[in-house]
């Protein structure tokens, strides 16, 4: 009887052993994949509350470029350098790109485009023309690690709580500071279309000498003060205006990427939870089973001893 009770306990506590590991680990995964899905839940909600402001601020900021856009639109080429008869004064040959990121993550495709944008245009720019900010930290580390040669500045925490025009100014006076005579600049930005859209957008801004080569196109306007003067002023506005206007397009096409990221997140979560919740049942029960099979042929045993 003793040597049977023995047998009995020794051959029995390796199994159980490893199903009881097995059914731990499979309860802390079932529980970590719970956690997640709520936290998606809660920042899929959180998206989708701040998409409409987001989405009302983008309405609201668009009709700032449209005066400067109708008067310097003309010009959307650089092709006027080229063509010039005498060599340009005091011009730099370089190119602004403002690269309009984000500092989170989580929000789909949005980031990745801009920069895949960015990286086709550098890569074709074989004098090194261009020059890249960006506002957003997810931008610096692909650029930088590619075309560290190229990259001027960036601004961290750009609008962590509320874009603000003059926070705008600031970020282009330290670029402008650094390169006075551009060119021409180009904001890249996410364009928001809908919850379920939004694509890349440029917007093309001449620089005041490029104005210049192509002062004959501005004839038509009068001003009150020096024409050269008031068109570098132009110039440089219609650079901020299109630039805080594409802050607010990007942010909302990144709220609506979150919300679609995350609720993409949830649904999955929810299924890994269900596989997880039905294999945890299976193993289980398939433990419950082994130790009855276990007790009942430990009793035969003993019944048989005796």
């Given at each position: 009887m003793n040597s049977a009770s023995k047998l009995f306990v020794v051959l029995a506590s390796p199994a159980n052993q490893r199903n009881?590991?097995?059914?731990?680990?499979?309860?802390?995964?079932?529980?970590?994949?719970?956690?997640?899905?709520?936290?998606?839940?809660?920042?899929?909600?959180?998206?989708?509350s701040k998409l409409r402001s987001a989405e009302k601020k983008a309405e609201e900021s668009s009709p700032y470029s449209v005066g400067p856009q109708k008067?310097?639109?003309?010009?959307?080429?650089?092709?006027?350098?080229?063509?010039a008869t005498e060599p340009v004064e005091?011009?730099?040959?370089?190119?602004?790109?403002?690269?309009?990121t984000t500092d989170t993550g989580?929000?789909?495709?949005?980031?990745?485009?801009?920069?895949?944008?960015?990286?086709?245009?550098?890569k074709d720019d074989t004098k090194?023309?261009?020059l890249v900010s960006t506002t957003g930290l997810k931008g610096v580390a692909p650029i930088v690690s590619d075309f560290p040669n190229q990259f001027l500045i960036?601004?961290?925490?750009?609008?962590?709580?509320?874009?603000?025009?003059?926070?705008?100014?600031?970020?282009?006076?330290?670029?402008?500071s650094k390169v006075p005579n551009y060119d021409s600049a180009v904001v890249v930005y996410n364009k928001f279309k809908n919850a379920l859209s939004y694509n890349v957008d440029r917007q093309f801004i001449p620089g005041f000498n490029l104005l210049e080569l192509n002062r004959d196109k501005f004839y038509e306007y009068t001003t009150s003060e020096d024409r050269a003067a008031t068109m570098k002023d132009l110039s440089e506005f219609?650079?901020?205006?299109s630039l805080w206007t594409g802050l607010y397009q990007n942010r909302a096409s990144e709220m609506a990427a979150r919300m679609v990221a995350m609720d993409n997140a949830s649904k999955n979560g929810e299924s890994i939870s269900q596989a997880l919740g039905l294999q945890y049942n299976r193993a289980r029960q398939a433990m419950i089973t082994s130790e009855l099979i276990?007790?009942?042929?430990?009793?035969?045993?003993?019944e048989s001893s005796d």
């Amino acid at each position: 009887m003793n040597s049977a009770s023995k047998l009995f306990v020794v051959l029995a506590s390796p199994a159980n052993q490893r199903n009881m590991a097995t059914l731990k680990d499979l309860k802390i995964r079932l529980g970590t994949v719970k956690t997640i899905s709520k936290l998606t839940k809660t920042l899929h909600m959180v998206a989708s509350s701040k998409l409409r402001s987001a989405e009302k601020k983008a309405e609201e900021s668009s009709p700032y470029s449209v005066g400067p856009q109708k008067v310097l639109g003309v010009v959307n080429t650089s092709d006027a350098f080229n063509t010039a008869t005498e060599p340009v004064e005091d011009r730099s040959n370089k190119q602004l790109l403002i690269a309009i990121t984000t500092d989170t993550g989580m929000c789909g495709p949005v980031n990745h485009q801009i920069i895949k944008t960015i990286k086709a245009l550098l890569k074709d720019d074989t004098k090194q023309e261009i020059l890249v900010s960006t506002t957003g930290l997810k931008g610096v580390a692909p650029i930088v690690s590619d075309f560290p040669n190229q990259f001027l500045i960036n601004g961290r925490d750009f609008g962590k709580t509320d874009y603000s025009f003059p926070e705008v100014l600031l970020f282009l006076n330290e670029i402008i500071s650094k390169v006075p005579n551009y060119d021409s600049a180009v904001v890249v930005y996410n364009k928001f279309k809908n919850a379920l859209s939004y694509n890349v957008d440029r917007q093309f801004i001449p620089g005041f000498n490029l104005l210049e080569l192509n002062r004959d196109k501005f004839y038509e306007y009068t001003t009150s003060e020096d024409r050269a003067a008031t068109m570098k002023d132009l110039s440089e506005f219609y650079l901020a205006s299109s630039l805080w206007t594409g802050l607010y397009q990007n942010r909302a096409s990144e709220m609506a990427a979150r919300m679609v990221a995350m609720d993409n997140a949830s649904k999955n979560g929810e299924s890994i939870s269900q596989a997880l919740g039905l294999q945890y049942n299976r193993a289980r029960q398939a433990m419950i089973t082994s130790e009855l099979i276990e007790i009942v042929s430990g009793a035969s045993a003993i019944e048989s001893s005796d």
